[in-house]
Structure formats: C-alpha cells, structure tokens
C-alpha cells in the first residue's frame, strides 16, 4: 500500500466543504482516520492550513481543526535546517512555491513519492506522483 503525502489544501477544502474539492477532500481523509489509506504530513503543512484557516475569516477554529488532523492516523514530520536547505535547491530547479518545495524535502526524506494535493505544481517534478483529490478515490 503507497504512502500519501497530505497537501494543505486537502485538509483546507475539506474543511470549508470547497465546491469542487470539498466531498472528495472530506472523504479522503475519512479513510485516513478508518486506516484504509496510509498517509503523512508535515508540520509546515498545519501551519499553511491554519494561515488558510484565518484568511479564510475561520480563526476562532483552529485549534479544533488542528487538534482533529493530530487526531488523525498520520505521522506528522518535523521540519529541520536539512529540509529547508534542501528545499533552496529544489526551489533552484523547479521554482514553485518555497512552501511546496519545502514539503517535496520532507517528501524525499520519508522516502514518500505520492502527493495528494490540488497544486499542479507538483507535477513538474518527474518522481512525484501527484493525485487530484477529486480523482483520487478512484485510484486509492
């Protein structure tokens, strides 16, 4: 069974029950927390998502929201000094966003190669599967 990288903005849309990735968002992480499909995550990412979060005007959650994606059966990696300048060179060859390459860093070091997320940008790197959460289901 293959390992999934959890992107931000699964959890934000789920969250905000978006329109078009909302339903497919919630019900990934559903099957996190049933076990029937493995992922992890990163600290950075509960970050971005609390940012999200209070731009989105839904400050006064975020704690509940941050408490339930600890509550999930994921393992939260830590970002350290290693993965930020590992990130500075994938940033160099790709030039995403230095969040995303930061999150392919912590990727490499898990040895994870599957990315759930909406961000496009993930595809320009050749050894990252990224799956759309709205096709998701249909592959995982």
């Known amino acids: 069974m293959a390992v999934y990288f959890i992107d931000s903005n699964v959890f934000f849309y789920a969250k905000i ?12 992480l559903e099957k996190i927390s049933r076990g029937a499909l493995k992922a992890i995550t990163s600290a ?23 408490d339930a994606v600890f509550s999930l ?17 994938i940033f160099d060859e790709f030039k995403i966003s230095p969040y995303d390459c930061v999150h392919v860093a912590v990727m490499k070091k898990a040895g994870v190669t599957h990315i759930l997320s909406a961000d496009k940008d993930f ?18």
């Open 73 to 89: 059966d994921t393992q939260i990696y830590e970002v350290d000094a290693v993965d930020v300048r590992n990130a500075a060179e």
């Open 123 to 140: 595809d320009k790197i050749a050894w990252i599967k990224r799956l759309d959460p709205k096709h998701a289901l249909l592959e995982v």
């Open 17 to 28: 029950l978006d329109r078009e990735y909302g339903g497919a968002c919630a019900k990934i």
């Open 44 to 66: 950075l990412v509960i970050v971005e998502l609390t940012n999200a979060l209070r731009k989105y005007g839904l400050g006064d959650e975020v704690r509940e929201v941050v």
